[in-house]
Nanobody
């Protein structure tokens, strides 16, 4: 599967953005999907993941209550709605896919990665 992330941009603190990740192929619903992010000078970290059917979303503590992951299997797309953005959310955001059964916050569990979309939050 190939993944194409989009929707990043520059936003003021407190603002919102919605990221999208479009997957190629006909088997999108077979994949658990995740979002990760990498800030300059830092390691890539887990943000959120969602099951194949769109249930049981799983979030990093740092984004819980502010970010919402969702998916539309008919459109081969996973979304990340980001509200109440903070300067520390500034990073390149990556979507990822895995055919493993369980949600995971571990990068090595994901087999496919998108190219990343930049999110910059100004104070």
């Amino acid at each position: 599967v190939q993944l194409q992330a989009s929707g990043g941009g520059l936003v003021q603190a407190g603002g919102s953005l919605r990221l999208s990740c479009l997957a190629s192929g006909r088997t999108f619903s077979s994949y658990v999907m995740g979002w990760f992010r990498q800030a300059p000078g830092k390691e890539r970290e887990f943000v959120a993941a969602i099951t194949r059917t769109g249930g049981s979303p799983y979030y990093a503590d740092s984004v819980k209550g502010r970010f919402t992951i969702s998916r539309d299997n008919a459109k081969n797309t996973v979304y990340l709605q980001m509200n109440s953005l903070k300067p520390e959310d500034t990073a390149t955001y990556y979507c990822a896919a895995t055919m493993k059964l369980l949600l995971s916050d571990k990068q090595y569990q994901y087999d496919y990665w998108g190219q990343g979309t930049q999110v910059t939050v100004s104070s």
